[in-house]
């Protein structure tokens, strides 16, 4: 077993690599490229100074329950967030129009943005 230390995002994660047979060879990894910024749209800029509705911790968003600019009441689910293989629902805390700030399939870090009620 081979350990490698990798930095991903600023954060360094020690990883061990088995070594199995016979090299492949060099392996190039392409640069992470910028995403592409969700465009903000008018609805999002109207609720800015709504309720947030952040991500208790890490996780995947495995599906989102609700429409963008949808009408949503309190405690009912807007979104499933997947964490260590457990489905969690996150629900609304308070009643309004909900604007989506993330996508299906995100990974996203504790206290991220997932949307904004107003």
Do not use: W
Request: aromatic share 2%.
């Amino acid at each position: 077993m081979r350990n490698f230390v990798v930095t991903i995002d600023g954060k360094s994660y020690s990883v061990g690599v088995e070594e199995v047979g016979e090299s492949v060879g060099n392996v190039e990894i392409a640069p992470r490229t910028a995403e592409t910024p969700k465009p903000v749209s008018k609805s999002a800029a109207i609720n800015a100074n709504g309720e947030k509705v952040l991500s208790p911790f890490p996780g995947l968003i495995k599906n989102i329950l609700v429409a963008d600019g949808a009408s949503v009441k309190k405690d009912q689910p807007v979104m499933v967030l997947e964490a260590m293989k457990m489905d969690n629902e996150i629900t609304a805390p308070c009643d309004g129009k909900i604007t989506i700030s993330v996508a299906k399939g995100a990974n996203v870090e504790t206290n991220a943005l997932l949307a904004i009620i107003g």
